[in-house]
């Protein structure tokens, strides 16, 4: 986590030795990605992250697993919002706002609008906690924060025209993992009501 008093985080101590590690935005990003990988096994993930974060192959078990740990640790750190261990979860909408992946023209946009940051250049470079802080800052009329703010925008508060746009909006920006049978349903629908009007125009 970013600290405005110690350096950023680029290593980490396994028995009583440091080892480097490349935090940069663009591996960590990778890293989640692979995560989500079903192809991969648990034991191929593991091997995966170290090679990603260290840049070598593993040849110690206890490490390499240790390793993992210590960096997943620190990059899901955040300033606000952590939960208090043992107290009640916090209810959150279970929908999810953006995806560094679908969503990856929209951020490179915005941080370009934003701050002048070529993300494409500065891959390699920009740490994983600058990269968080600035991610976070994004003000509210970059192209991410619009596609968020219709994605969040609440229906029946809209009616007639403005919720047809709406509702045509949220469905364009809606993201992959977010979509349900239903809406695809209600998308082949809409579709073959096009195709109709059409036929009849």
Same mark, same amino acid.
Not at 73 to 96: F, H, L, Q, T, W
Not at 133 to 146: E, I, K, M, S, W
């Given at each position: 986590?970013?600290?405005?008093?110690?350096?950023?985080?680029?290593?980490? #101590?396994?028995?009583?030795?440091?080892?480097? #590690?490349?935090?940069?935005?663009?591996?960590? +990003?990778?890293?989640?990605?692979?995560?989500?990988?079903?192809?991969?096994?648990?034991?191929?993930?593991?091997?995966?992250?170290?090679?990603?974060?260290?840049?070598?192959?593993?040849?110690?078990?206890?490490?390499?697993?240790?390793?993992?740990?210590?960096?997943?640790?620190?990059?899901?750190?955040?300033?606000?919002?952590?939960? #208090? $261990?043992?107290?009640?979860? #916090?209810?959150?909408?279970?929908?999810?706002?953006?995806?560094?992946?679908?969503?990856? $023209?929209?951020?490179?946009?915005?941080?370009?609008?934003?701050?002048?940051?070529?993300?494409?250049?500065?891959?390699?470079?920009?740490?994983?906690?600058?990269?968080?802080?600035?991610?976070?800052?994004?003000?509210?009329?970059?192209? +991410?924060?619009?596609?968020?703010?219709?994605?969040?925008?609440?229906?029946?508060?809209?009616?007639?025209?403005?919720?047809?746009?709406?509702? $045509?909006?949220?469905?364009?920006?809606?993201?992959?993992?977010?979509?349900?049978?239903?809406?695809?349903?209600?998308?082949?629908?809409? +579709?073959?009501?096009? +195709?109709?009007?059409?036929?009849?125009?």
């Amino acid at each position: 986590m970013l600290s405005l008093t110690k350096p950023l985080g680029d290593e980490l #101590v396994y028995r009583s030795k440091s080892y480097k #590690v490349n935090l940069s935005f663009d591996v960590v +990003l990778s890293f989640y990605e692979m995560l989500d990988d079903e192809r991969l096994s648990d034991a191929d993930k593991v091997m995966t992250a170290f090679e990603m974060f260290l840049g070598y192959e593993p040849n110690d078990a206890d490490f390499t697993i240790n390793a993992f740990k210590q960096i997943g640790k620190y990059i899901s750190m955040k300033p606000y919002g952590n939960d #208090v $261990e043992g107290a009640k979860e #916090v209810i959150r909408d279970p929908r999810r706002l953006y995806s560094f992946q679908q969503d990856a $023209e929209a951020i490179y946009s915005s941080f370009y609008e934003q701050y002048g940051i070529d993300l494409i250049h500065v891959q390699g470079q920009l740490h994983w906690d600058k990269f968080k802080a600035l991610f976070q800052g994004l003000g509210p009329n970059t192209y +991410l924060q619009r596609i968020i703010d219709i994605r969040t925008r609440d229906p029946k508060e809209y009616q007639g025209e403005a919720l047809a746009k709406l509702t $045509e909006a949220k469905q364009y920006y809606e993201l992959d993992v977010n979509k349900t049978q239903k809406a695809k349903e209600a998308q082949f629908a809409n +579709l073959a009501q096009t +195709l109709r009007n059409w036929a009849t125009s």
